[in-house]
């Protein structure tokens, strides 16, 4: 089973329509992590968790919030989903604890669709 | 602010080598390396951290100059399966992993 899943995998909504994402981890890492992809942007970070406590805004936050609901789980919600959200969505996980030296181990990928 | 990967795609045949090359104009606390092919999720390559030390993949290489606030990675020898968008990352926060990302650079190793 892969160690960091993401539901669904695809999806289309349309405009105004408020939308979850999901990530869960089995590595049992502290820190995780959501990015977007769009083609020629690269990743960009939209928030990262440290702990369940600990919630952090990333560059690109505007129209996104997050859930940390336990260590293992952590949600994007779209409030009012627009065009400009369709993108590759990507969660990722780290262990945290050695001062910068974790690698992110990142989930297969939302591709969301706003129409 | 987002790394400058150069260049912005390459393509080589088996065997030959490539340098891709990421640049910052703020002061790094590390450079990471991450590989993602057509499809799939990124997967780690390499972390290269201030004074000197690396955590990653045996047989890709990578350097970073801390007072140019550069990095470049080495691939040798390419095969096949090198092909893929290479995504190098910064983090400025001292160890917090706050990775900034760049925008890419696209490999193609053609027979």
């Known amino acids: 089973d892969a160690d960091v899943t993401q539901t669904p995998r695809n999806r289309i909504t349309k405009t105004g329509k408020r939308i979850m994402l999901e990530c869960s981890q089995t590595?049992?890492?502290?820190?995780m992590y959501w990015y977007r992809q769009d083609p020629g942007l690269g990743l960009r970070l939209i928030y990262y968790?440290?702990?369940?406590?600990?919630?952090n805004k990333g560059e690109i936050s505007d129209g996104y919030s997050v859930s940390r609901q336990a260590q293992a789980k952590f949600s994007l919600s779209l409030e009012s989903a627009i065009p400009n959200q369709t993108a590759l969505y990507f969660c990722?996980?780290?262990?945290?604890?050695?001062?910068?030296?974790?690698?992110?181990?990142f989930g297969p990928g939302t591709r969301l669709t706003v129409t | 602010q987002q790394p400058v990967q150069s260049p912005q795609a390459v393509i080589l045949r088996e065997g030959e080598d490539a340098v891709i090359n990421c640049s910052s104009s703020?002061?790094?606390?590390?450079v990471h390396w991450y590989r993602q092919k057509h499809g799939e999720a990124p997967v780690f390559l390499m972390i290269?951290?201030?004074?000197?030390e690396q955590k990653g993949h045996e047989k890709i290489s990578a350097s970073f100059n801390e007072k140019k606030q550069q990095s470049s990675l080495y691939l040798t020898a390419s095969q096949l399966s090198y092909s893929g968008t290479y995504f190098c990352?910064?983090?400025?926060?001292?160890?917090?992993?706050?990775?900034?990302f760049g925008t890419g650079t696209k490999l193609q190793v053609i027979p």
């Open positions: 990722a996980t780290s262990a945290g604890g050695s001062w910068g030296r974790d690698e992110q181990y």
């Open positions: 590595k049992g890492h502290d820190r």
């Open positions: 968790s440290f702990d369940v406590k600990d919630i």
């Open positions: 703020k002061a790094l606390y590390s």
């Open positions: 290269l951290l201030k004074g000197g």
């Open positions: 990352g910064t983090d400025r926060s001292g160890g917090y992993q706050k990775v900034t």
